[in-house]
């Protein structure tokens, strides 16, 4: 096979459409346009949504709702997935590698669901509950340098 011998296979390239030639063709005269009206003309198409002057859709619907733009995205973990997992100390970067968390990039919040941690855990830069916090250390764990967000979100 030589690059000059390719063809494309049978039934996938159509003809051009050859318009205004001729009775014979099919698209002759009004070239497959019809008459009159503003479809036929040069030019004569309408913006999306316009509706010939009556209201459109998209104006005659009430606005609802509004998108936060400055929200912060926290990435909340329920304690009891941490104690799954067979460690003692987690960080972002731990959360990340075992897929609790989507990005490293998002801030992390920890949330108590257990009521008694069985282990003792070490959590490092990471935001907990009030309610994490004393899970945590009552089981001899630590909570270091931790943004501690008592307020909720």
Same mark, same amino acid.
């Given at each position: 096979?030589? =690059?000059?011998?390719? /063809?494309?296979?049978?039934? *996938? ?11 014979? @063709? ?13 479809? *036929? ?21 009430? /606005? ?11 990435? $909340?973990? /329920? =304690? *009891? *997935? ?6 003692? $100390?987690?960080?972002? @970067?731990? =959360?990340? $590698?075992?897929?609790? !968390?989507? @990005?490293?990039?998002?801030?992390? /919040?920890? !949330? ?13 830069? =990471? ?9 945590? $250390? ?8 931790? !943004? ?6």
């Amino acid at each position: 096979m030589r =690059l000059n011998t390719i /063809k494309p296979g049978m039934g *996938s390239t159509k003809p051009r459409r050859r318009v205004g030639r001729g009775i014979g @063709s099919g698209l002759g005269k009004t070239c497959g346009r019809g008459h009159k009206g503003q479809k *036929s003309r040069a030019g004569g198409f309408h913006k999306i949504g316009f509706e010939g002057g009556q209201m459109p859709l998209q104006r005659r619907l009430p /606005k609802r709702g509004f998108v936060v733009y400055g929200k912060k995205q926290i990435q $909340e973990i /329920k =304690l *009891s *997935s941490l104690l799954l997992i067979d460690r003692n $100390e987690f960080d972002t @970067s731990v =959360l990340h $590698e075992f897929n609790l !968390i989507k @990005s490293i990039n998002y801030p992390v /919040k920890i !949330i108590a669901d257990a009521q008694a941690c069985t282990r003792a855990i070490r959590l490092k830069d =990471l935001r907990v509950t009030r309610g994490v916090k004393d899970i945590v $250390e009552h089981a001899g764990g630590q909570v270091e340098l931790t !943004i501690e967000d008592v307020n909720g979100i």
